[in-house]
T-cell receptor, first 114, second 113 residues
């Protein structure tokens, strides 16, 4: 049973046209993350929520925004996608506490910018 | 800046052999370490985690941790073609935001039948 669900799996958008990616979870985890992964690179953390507290990585471009309306859902908004934003976007969740706390990933959204 | 380094590979091993994947990390205060497997075009899935020095075994997989050397490894015994994937090492950061993971770039493993 899928526990972290991302929609859509594949998204094609035009250069400069706003796009929203969504993520939902059934794990009731406090923390939700958005990662960007380009080919042959490590997943790069864009931002994360601990409950409703938003935490932005210092080098995340302003073009990227996020919303978490409730525990289960989180959205990634790209206001004006550029060609360099084409990547796999991964949503993940985790509990807050625990040394062995792992991140559970969704299946990812592959974004293409044309 | 906290860094996690892995040899990008590709690492090729024959079927049935032992595959050894290595990872070093810069944050000496890091407490826990994770190995994820990622098939091409798919999302990462957890194989195992370790947080105590020494070895931890789970089936064909053994994770090894040496905090003094800031080194963690993953051994895959009796490698199978289905093990062919990219293996990501992830480190839980110390200090504020200690629930965040920093990932290495991954090592691509190819198991040759």
């Amino acid at each position: 049973d899928a526990m972290v669900i991302q929609n859509p799996r594949y998204q094609v958008t035009q250069f400069g046209k706003p796009v929203t990616l969504s993520c939902s979870q059934t794990l009731n985890h406090n923390v939700m993350y958005w990662y960007q992964q380009k080919s042959s690179q490590a997943p790069k953390l864009l931002f994360h929520y601990y409950d409703k507290d938003f935490n932005n990585e210092a080098d995340t471009p302003d073009n990227f925004q996020s919303r978490r309306p409730n525990t289960s859902f989180c959205f990634l908004d790209i206001r004006s996608p550029g060609l360099g934003d084409a990547a796999m976007y991964l949503c993940a969740t985790s509990r807050r506490m625990g040394i062995s706390t792992e991140a559970f990933f969704g299946q990812g959204t592959r974004l293409t910018v044309v | 800046q906290k860094e996690v380094e892995q040899n990008s590979g590709p690492l090729s091993v024959p079927e049935g052999a032992i595959a050894s994947l290595n990872c070093t990390y810069s944050d000496r205060g890091s407490q826990s370490f994770f190995w994820y497997r990622q098939y091409s075009g798919k999302s990462p899935e957890l194989i195992m985690f370790i947080y105590s020095n020494g070895d931890k075994e789970d089936g064909r997989f053994t994770a090894q941790l040496n905090k003094a050397s800031q080194y963690v490894s993953l051994l895959i015994r009796d490698s199978q073609p289905s093990d062919s994937a990219t293996y990501l090492c992830a480190v839980r950061n110390s200090g504020a935001g200690s629930y965040q993971l920093t990932f290495g770039k991954g090592t691509k493993l190819s198991v040759i039948p």
